[in-house]
């Protein structure tokens, strides 16, 4: 009956381990659309398996004369399945993630999360560590390789006081629970456009981030002036900066109705252009916006761990059971 009650173990284990992999293997190449409960749920299973597979080995340990090495790491390679397997699914059950689109200067309160956009969370996430004021000070850019990269200047206010941090792409900061991560960015220029004199759009409009090339991003907006039959297309010049990402950047400004262009510019801050039949644009100032993609902090390393202790235990089993122990 115990040997039985092994064997069942194992192959539980091995189903689930095969169908976890599968799984998440075709939800990566885009093959099937699953959702995070689903995956979660195939997670959980494969760290049931591996508890009770865990308990048929040790059952069985002391019987086991002579082979004891080999059982010990079996059981520990169940072990280091049901850690890894274990804190991914809590990773889901307690973790949160949304985003914040701030402009240099701004700030919002968190609220429980109703201060994110996009908000998911786990059924037992503790919302209510998503509080105080979170800050844009300034975003810059870094030099890296042929481009550059996001930098963002960001400071929480909490009860406990203040916290600044630096974020990149790559490079998060915990603060407390929360892990902060630079996502998109771009510029905010304020854009003042008139129509024979009068003022027809005065705005801070958030470019948009289009991806060029390997390396290269560009900024860059319409405005449609439906009122007035004309379109405003704008762009954020940065080919101007040096090596440090130092300089002024340039906006490029085009007036056009339909196909005809009324006129075009390259403007520095505080200039404006222009155009024919009583059209100017002028470039009254220029900020920069981000994305700081907020989420709970994981136990990614308790996780990398079991991993870890399953693929050394792995390789002892396979050792002790070469050697008959």
Same mark, same amino acid.
């Given at each position: 009956m115990r040997?039985m009650?092994?064997a069942v ?5 091995v ?5 976890f992999? &599968?799984?998440l &293997?075709?939800?990566?190449a885009?093959?099937?659309a ?7 749920a195939?997670?959980g ?6 508890i ?5 080995t *040790?059952a069985?340990l002391?019987?086991s004369?002579?082979r ?6 079996e059981a520990a390679l169940?072990?280091?399945?049901a850690?890894?397997?274990?804190t991914g699914l809590?990773n ?7 985003f914040? *689109?701030l402009?240099e ?7 429980s999360g109703?201060? *994110?956009r996009?908000l998911s969370?786990g059924?037992?996430a503790r919302? &209510?560590?998503?509080?105080?004021t ?6 810059s850019l ?5 481009g550059?990269v996001p930098e963002s200047?960001?400071a929480l ?6 916290v600044?941090?630096r974020?990149?792409p790559d490079?998060?900061a #915990?603060v ?5 991560f630079?996502?998109?960015f771009?510029f905010?220029p304020?854009?003042v456009?008139k129509?024979d004199?009068?003022?027809v759009l ?7 981030s289009?991806?060029v ?7 860059e907006?319409e405005?449609?002036?439906?009122d007035h039959?004309?379109?405003v297309? &704008? ?5 101007g900066?040096?090596?440090a990402m130092r ?12 196909e005809?262009?009324l006129?075009e510019?390259a403007l520095?801050?505080g200039?404006? #252009? ?15 916006w981000s994305?700081?993609d907020v989420s709970?902090?994981s136990?990614?390393r ?12 792995a390789v #002892?089993w396979?050792i002790?059971?070469?050697?008959g122990r």
């Open positions: 040997r009650f092994v173990t194992r192959w539980a284990l189903g689930s381990a095969v169908a992999a &599968a799984a &293997a075709l939800f990566r885009g093959r099937v699953l959702s995070p409960s689903a995956l979660a195939l997670g299973a494969v760290a049931a398996a591996a009770a597979a865990f308990v048929a *040790l069985t002391a019987s004369k002579g004891w090495r080999s059982r010990v790491a169940y072990a280091g399945l850690l890894a397997s274990g809590a889901w059950a307690l973790g949160y993630q949304g914040v *689109l402009t200067g701004e700030d919002v309160a968190l609220a109703q201060g *994110l996009g969370a059924p037992l919302l &209510a560590e998503l509080r105080g979170l800050r844009l000070a300034n975003v870094r030099p890296a390789g042929d550059f200047s960001v206010w909490t009860a406990g006081g203040r600044e941090a974020v990149t490079h998060g #915990a407390g629970p929360l892990v902060l630079q996502g998109a771009g905010a304020r854009l456009v129509h004199g009068a003022t005065d705005t801070t409009v958030h470019f948009e289009r991806r090339g390997p390396t290269g991003v560009a900024f907006t405005l449609p002036l439906e039959g004309v379109a297309e &704008a762009a954020i010049d940065v080919s900066l040096d090596e300089g002024h950047p340039k906006l490029t400004v085009r007036v056009r109705r339909g005809e262009v006129g510019g520095l801050p200039h404006g #252009a222009t155009m024919r039949e009583g059209w100017q644009v002028g470039f009254a100032g220029l900020k920069m994305e700081i709970r902090r136990h990614r308790t996780t990398l761990a079991g991993a870890v202790l399953a693929l050394a235990a #002892a396979a002790a059971a070469w050697r």
